[in-house]
């Protein structure tokens, strides 16, 4: 742990966080993560908030906000403000309503499959041509 407060190197940080190197360098491109310092010979060094930093942005994505939503929460230093929790608030209510929108269009999907699945059955039942396959095949001909 005491290696964790001094410096890490970029393999390290990523194992501390169970991220990839290359997630490390993304989400520095992506400013997600301040530039790091470095070492006399050039490696990238971080410390114990760019540690927390990487965990904040993978708890953040888990709850399924984007990278653009992370990096407009970051923005607001410090953290833990009232002001950040105002963005915080407004972009779970985009994430909601999409996710609500997203829904919506499951539950007509899921309606279109249930009613071709009766249609099937009833047919079945009757020993006649599928209807689901008349009207997927258009001109009415059941493709061979």
Request: aromatic share 4%; charged share 35%; hydrophobic share 45%.
């Amino acid at each position: 742990m005491a290696r964790m407060l001094e410096a890490m190197t970029i393999g390290e940080l990523a194992k501390a966080c169970g991220v990839s190197a290359d997630t490390v360098r993304f989400y520095e491109r992506e400013k997600l993560l301040p530039r790091p310092r470095r070492s006399a010979s050039g490696y990238r060094l971080f410390g114990a908030e760019d540690a927390a930093r990487v965990r904040f942005v993978r708890r953040a994505q888990a709850m399924g906000l984007t990278l653009d939503d992370i990096g407009e929460l970051l923005r607001v230093e410090p953290l833990k403000t009232v002001e950040q929790c105002r963005r915080a608030a407004a972009r779970l209510g985009a994430r909601v309503a999409a996710v609500e929108e997203r829904i919506a269009e499951l539950e007509a999907f899921r309606n279109a499959l249930l009613n071709g699945l009766h249609r099937c059955e009833r047919a079945l039942a009757r020993d006649e041509c599928c209807p689901v396959v008349i009207d997927l095949a258009a001109d009415g001909k059941v493709p061979r």
